[in-house]
């Protein structure tokens, strides 16, 4: 569920970051390239909700093929030392992402192009299932 949900979200924001020209559909080599992330948002039906909180930062990575992306909390605080405590580990686990898989496209929508992901590595197993 949460594969789906993130790789949902970061295709929908990589379409939107993608040049919009009037009338001109969004193609996939258009997606080509490192895209810098402006917000992440999940949406189901009429809910929206914020996995990571409402300021995020990060990079999505599109190659012909494959995908990386990394998402961080933009808000979350900086470590007091190299090693973390175990409180610190927590809060930086659970305030990011980060995944890579292959991606194949499956149709051309309103927003742009709707992209179908398969995660094979995550920052946490938990991204996978």
Not at 35 to 58: F, I, M, N, R
Not at 85 to 102: L, P, R
């Amino acid at each position: 569920m949460n594969k789906i949900l993130l790789a949902t979200a970061a295709f929908t924001l990589v379409v939107a970051a993608a040049p919009l020209c009037a009338q001109q559909a969004t193609t996939k080599d258009q997606l080509i390239g490192s895209w810098k992330v402006l917000s992440l948002k999940a949406t189901t039906g009429d809910k929206v909700s914020y996995p990571l909180g409402e300021h995020v930062t990060g990079y999505v990575t599109v190659t012909p093929d494959r995908f990386w992306l990394l998402f961080v909390d933009a808000t979350r605080k900086a470590p007091a030392a190299a090693t973390l405590t175990d409180a610190e580990a927590v809060a930086m686990m659970k305030s990011h992402v980060a995944w890579t898989g292959k991606y194949s496209t499956a149709e051309q929508t309103p927003e742009g192009i709707k992209l179908t992901a398969r995660v094979d590595a995550a920052s946490s197993q938990a991204s996978r299932v």
